[in-house]
């Protein structure tokens, strides 16, 4: 089969968008070339010709030799605009921005399919790990029961530095903000929300449900403490933050972003630093383990790279499993053993919200209870009182010891 010719109108050229323009040139045997880049701003220094660059977006998505749009830049609401208009013109896209998707997934599938021309996004996931085409792939007939991983890089980077090396965490954050890991807005990074993006586009490749940010719950890293910190280092724990999607008996999806007590003997206890790891489990192939580097310019211009050639034979997302009729499990039937910390202006009952009690500790400024609570109630918590959750694990309700005001009736149950 011949492989079709690309003309690349690349969209933003920052760490990755410069990443993907060396990736290139260093891999001519891809017969690709970039037509033209269009930038934002107009008077900064970049380290090739002026000729190259322009400031009007329409000169790429209204030119007809150009087939292809690379879209890298980090708005996610204009990206959607330029994606958007770039579909309706017939052009294939390759996007990193999974803000963009994440939040506009339903329409982006009514625009490949409308305008019959495909989008590619593996650069919007783990960024050097193939994982996106494999879930798409070959996950097509074996089923997939749960997908675990660390997805982002930078909180990673914070929490191995912080831990090992004895930095603070701006320090840590400063750090990954230099090497070029970390989002514009770093809080999308440090509360979860760039997790819980990834996760949602792996929940649609993996078990092909489409769901929107707004349904899946996420904490970072930004609110955790010395007493967590310890604790895990006293129990031989590594904190990370998880995004986490299981499919259950019923067909339902339990879905979260949470930082996790991570034990010696669970394989991503060692994936440190940048690196991002994802842990499937199926039924047939049981569990798979894919690692690599989850940020940074080289290793998401490695996957825009793969996405590239992909194009160069047609190919597209079929998207399979869409059709499933799975949908989200009710908050109510999650329940996760969790350490949560507060401070005392918190509501004085916290312990009430808990379904089993294992630990208690209460200072005159502070507290922690270890214990088992519902997603629900957990949802709610956090948005009354400030606080600080690490998972344990998921639990099944027939493992409760003790039950506790299972069936009280508190507010929010
Ligand atoms: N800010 C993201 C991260 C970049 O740290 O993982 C890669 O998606």
């Known amino acids: 089969m011949g492989r079709k010719n690309i003309k690349i109108g690349l969209f933003g050229f920052g ?73 309706q013109n017939g052009k294939a896209v390759v996007t990193a921005n999974k803000k963009m998707i994440a939040e506009h997934f339903t329409e982006l599938l009514d625009l490949q399919k409308k305008h019959n021309v495909p989008l590619l996004y593996e650069a919007a996931c783990c960024a050097s ?101 310890n604790y895990a280092k006293e129990k031989g724990y590594k904190i990370k933050l998880i995004a986490f999607a299981e499919k259950k008996e019923d067909g339902k999806i339990v879905s979260f972003v949470l930082p996790k007590f ?45 996405d590239i050639s992909a194009l160069t034979f047609d190919y597209r997302y079929e998207y399979k499993k869409l059709n499933n009729v799975d949908s989200l499990e009710n908050d109510n039937k999650v329940f996760l053993k969790i350490l949560l910390r507060y401070d005392l202006n918190s509501i004085d009952e916290l312990k009430d919200y808990f379904i089993e009690l294992n630990e208690s500790y209460q200072n005159f400024n502070s507290g922690y209870i270890i214990g088992v609570i519902s997603l629900k109630r957990l949802k709610f918590v956090s948005t009354i009182s400030n606080i600080s959750v690490v998972l344990f694990d998921v639990v099944k309700q027939v493992e409760f010891v003790n039950k506790r005001n299972l069936n009280k009736s508190l507010e929010v149950a």
């Open 129 to 229: 790990i193939p994982i996106i085409r494999n879930l798409e792939e070959y996950y097509d007939n074996d089923l997939l029961e749960s997908i675990e991983g660390i997805v982002n890089g930078s909180t990673n980077y914070i929490l191995t530095n912080t831990s090992l090396k004895n930095i603070s965490y701006n320090e840590a954050l400063k750090e990954a903000q230099e090497k070029g890991y970390a989002e514009t807005n770093p809080l999308l990074d440090v509360a979860g929300f760039d997790a819980k993006y990834k996760l949602i586009i792996l929940i649609a490749h993996a078990f092909g449900i489409v769901t929107s940010p707004e349904n899946v719950f996420n904490i970072g890293i930004d609110k955790l403490g010395e007493l967590e910190l």
């Open 15 to 87: 760490c990755v968008g410069f990443g993907l323009y060396e990736a290139l040139q260093k891999t001519p045997s891809l017969k690709t070339n970039i037509k033209r880049i269009c930038v934002k701003t107009k008077n900064k220094q970049r380290p090739i010709l002026n000729e190259h660059f322009t400031f009007d977006k329409n000169e790429i998505l209204f030119d007809n030799e150009i087939n292809t749009v690379v879209e890298l830049i980090d708005d996610a609401d204009a990206a959607f605009e330029i994606v958007k208009t770039a579909l």
């Open 262 to 306: 991570i034990n010696k003997n669970d394989k991503l206890h060692s994936i440190d630093d940048v690196f991002n790891a994802v842990k499937t489990k199926s039924y047939f192939s049981d569990t798979q383990f894919f690692i690599g580097k989850g940020a940074g310019a080289y290793p998401t211009a490695s996957a825009v790279l793969s």
